[in-house]
């Protein structure tokens, strides 16, 4: 194409424009698909915890900590997928509502460790009979061989890629499939 000649416009399939022409359908979209599965099960758990004054990030911070001693911040952000500014608000919010506490690290004065105190731990046994029973729930609606089955292909799912991306542009390139790029 010499520098004067102009691309020629690709005309869309009706209803749809360009860029739409050249993307999976918007129904297909895994992110899309696993963010609508995400706010459906929350949906299941929200008014539950709302009556105990809890959002789901402090319901999974909460959780974390009642399956070990204690975490630093960072820890505990890797463990609950949120970031570690946010679980620092959180365990501050938890903090001063006696959920949590926070200790200095013995091994790293800059570090603190948080841990769940026994008011948490009560808190949590009498939220999780009524937590068992919305996955009762979920599991009624979708079955259990179902369920199972969700759990192993999102973990490998996780697994698969799990590993840095490949740097942008190089798993578009003309001629080249993803394989091509690794």
């Known amino acids: 194409m010499t520098k004067r000649q102009r691309p020629r416009a690709v005309a869309p399939e009706a209803g749809k424009t360009v860029a739409a022409n050249n993307m999976r359908r918007f129904d297909q979209s895994l992110p899309m698909t696993l963010l609508k599965a995400h706010e459906a099960v929350l949906r299941t758990f929200i008014p539950h915890l709302r009556a105990h004054d809890l959002s789901t990030q402090q319901w999974r911070v909460m959780r974390a900590l009642a399956e070990s001693e204690s975490l630093d911040v960072s820890e505990l952000a890797s ?3 949120l970031l570690r500014p946010s679980v620092s608000r959180i365990v501050q919010n938890l903090e001063g509502r006696k959920i949590l506490q926070r ?5 790293d004065s800059r570090r603190s460790l948080v841990s769940i105190t026994s008011f948490g731990r009560e ?6 009979p009524e937590s ?4 009762q729930y979920i599991e009624s609606q979708y079955g259990a061989e179902n369920l199972s089955g969700l759990y192993d292909l999102l973990n490998e799912l996780i697994e698969a890629l799990d590993r840095a991306a490949p740097p942008f542009g190089t798993l578009g390139a003309e001629g080249e ?6």
């Open 177 to 182: 499939t993803p394989s091509d790029c690794l």
């Open 103 to 107: 200790q200095p690290c013995d091994r």
């Open 132 to 135: 068992e029973a919305r996955y």
């Open 79 to 81: 463990a609950c997928s």
């Open 123 to 128: 808190l949590i046994a009498e939220i999780a």
